[in-house]
T-cell receptor, first 114, second 112 residues
């Protein structure tokens, strides 16, 4: 079985500050990991994903995430926050072998202060 | 290329009524999914399909049925709606698993 825990349901940062969103996962098999973003009243959009290979992955809108197997974490960062980054962010995991199902964390709402 | 579309966008039902939510994708994806989103719980998988004519249960399938008669369409049915089914429903599709899933805009359902 797989599970995802996002640390912090709400995160608030100032415009221009570092964005750091935390995600821990549990998986009995090698995982694929995803970060999705949801803007108000919209569906989810993929930010980035880790499958295999390089543990630092780059995504859209200046976001990147690092897969740390020893810590079972997949942390999302952006060096300098924009007002347009205000949204809800979801971490998700699925198994490399044979699974078709994403397991989502509960989400982190990111607020950007001017 | 519309991607994933969902019909309707919003619906109000009375307890015990039935309805069908329609999901359509024009990307020729094999896999399709129905999720529900509730505050503080992320998205939970209701049912999914790995190809035309196939369906399987997800994490929270009770009270829902699905059908995938055509590759491009995935229908979610509520036979007898309950207030606990008030939620936002998202459909998604992907070309294979575990590739990126593409999400529709959602359907807001209120059951009174």
């Amino acid at each position: 079985a797989q599970s995802v825990t996002q640390l912090g349901s709400h995160v608030s940062v100032s415009e221009g500050a570092l964005v750091l969103l935390r995600c821990n996962y549990s998986s009995s098999v090698p995982p694929y990991l995803f970060w999705y973003v949801q803007y108000p009243n919209q569906g989810l959009q993929l930010l980035l994903k880790y499958t295999t290979g390089a543990t630092l992955v780059k995504g859209i809108n200046g976001f990147e995430a690092e897969f740390k197997k020893s810590e079972t974490s997949f942390q999302l960062t952006k060096p300098s926050a924009h007002m347009s980054d205000a949204a809800e962010y979801f971490c998700a995991v699925t198994a490399i072998q044979g699974a078709q199902k994403l397991v989502f964390g509960q989400g982190t709402r990111l607020t950007i202060n001017p | 290329n519309a991607g994933v579309t969902q019909t309707p966008k919003f619906r109000v039902l009375k307890t015990g009524q039935s309805m069908t939510l329609l999901c359509a994708q024009d990307m020729n994806h094999e896999y399709m999914y129905w999720y529900r989103q509730d505050p503080g719980m992320g998205l939970r998988l209701i049912h999914y399909s790995v190809g035309e004519g196939t369906t399987a249960k997800g994490e929270v399938p009770d009270g829902y049925n699905v059908s995938r008669l055509k590759k491009q369409n995935f229908l979610l049915g509520l036979e007898s709606a309950a207030p606990s089914q008030t939620s936002v429903y998202f459909c998604a599709s992907s070309p294979a698993s575990p590739e990126t899933q593409y999400f529709g805009p959602g359907t807001r359902l209120l059951v009174l």
